[in-house]
């Protein structure tokens, strides 16, 4: 029998799930919900039924994981414990510094309920968050760095968006090159936020919006755009289409470490990504995590867990002879 997938949301984020389930024989979309008119949204898939954000509830037993896939400013704090009280769910929530508070509320919510709910899912949070561990693990002497970009990143790009007077952005994450090339060579220096990413936005604004107020609320917001070298391009939105329509991103999850007696020999372990879709990429880890949120639900298991507490061979629609025998 198929998992049943529900999306809540259809932007970018949805429209990559879609594409992803349909990749997947042993997922199946059964329902896309939206605060937008239902009958003003059409997806991919033929048969499935579109329905108001406010019906999802009448839906719980006809799906076995909701994806959420709202924005983390303002969105997913508040979806995510709400739904976990119903449906197994899986949200790519990627505020780091909120991230304890967030599993706090989610695990109470869907150990309540006898769910699973598996939060920050995507690629950081998510396989970056993966790879700093496995890295941590092996070289327990040694310095962490993570590079972001260049690439539109679409949770700060959604945050420039609800600033008022701002009618559509785009945010690119940009490492600092010095920076990048002084860590792969193993020099272990130490980089402070400012001095490892620039961020670079592109804004347009609604008419008769104070370009200057909405300069400073992008420059100062906390976990977002602070602690960051930041530049603020207002644009038309004709501009935007034309340069700034792709979603392309990446990065570098890299440890630099030393082993021997006397600490004599130098490793740098490095993982890359390199994405022309951030959104379609972000999906396809849902979904596979979402695989996993029904599996150890049927297996009784309930509350929050983030990608740090889910076996691999969850992951894969593979069997575990399989898994074993072509990639172990």
């Not at 594409?19 to 329902?31: F, G, M, R, T």
């Not at 499935?48 to 719980?60: F, M, R, Y």
């Not at 599993?103 to 309540?112: E, G, P, Q, R, Y």
């Not at 007077?165 to 860590?183: H, N, R, W």
């Amino acid at each position: 029998m198929s998992i049943r997938i529900g999306i809540m949301g259809y932007g970018n984020l949805g429209k990559g799930i879609e594409c992803a389930i349909k990749q997947n024989d042993d997922l199946e979309l059964v329902a896309v919900f939206t605060r937008r008119n239902p009958e003003t949204v059409k997806i991919l898939t033929e048969g499935v039924s579109v329905c108001a954000a406010s019906e999802a509830l009448g839906w719980k037993d006809k799906i076995d994981v909701l994806i959420l896939c709202g924005g983390s400013a303002t969105d997913l704090p508040k979806q995510t414990p709400e739904y976990a009280k119903y449906f197994n769910v899986i949200d790519s929530f990627d505020t780091h510094a909120r991230v304890p508070e967030h599993f706090a509320n989610v695990d109470a919510s869907a150990k309540a309920a006898g769910k699973v709910g598996i939060i920050s899912v995507g690629w950081d949070p998510g396989m970056f968050s993966l790879n700093r561990l496995y890295a941590n693990a092996i070289l327990s002497n040694g310095s962490d760095y993570t590079f972001w970009g260049k690439g539109v990143s679409q949770g700060h790009s959604d945050a420039i968006r609800r600033i008022e007077g701002v009618k559509d952005a785009k945010q690119y994450t940009i490492p600092v090159e010095s920076a990048l090339e002084a860590v792969r060579a193993g020099k272990n220096p130490e980089l402070t936020t400012r001095q490892k990413h620039t961020r670079e936005c592109f804004v347009v604004l609604e008419e008769g919006a104070d370009a200057a107020k909405v300069e400073n609320e992008i420059k100062t917001m906390p976990n977002y755009f602070a602690d960051y070298d930041t530049t603020v391009h207002f644009i038309s939105e004709e501009e935007l289409k034309a340069n700034h329509s792709g979603i392309p991103h990446g990065g570098f999850v890299i440890r630099s470490g030393k082993t021997g007696w006397n600490l004599e020999n130098n490793h740098v372990i490095e993982y890359s990504l390199k994405l022309d879709s951030n959104p379609e990429f972000t999906s396809s880890v849902l979904v596979a995590y979402a695989r996993a949120a029904y599996r150890l639900n049927k297996e009784g298991v309930s509350g929050c867990k983030t990608v740090f507490d889910i076996a691999p061979a969850y992951l894969t629609s593979m069997s575990g002879e399989e898994i074993r025998a072509h990639l172990l």
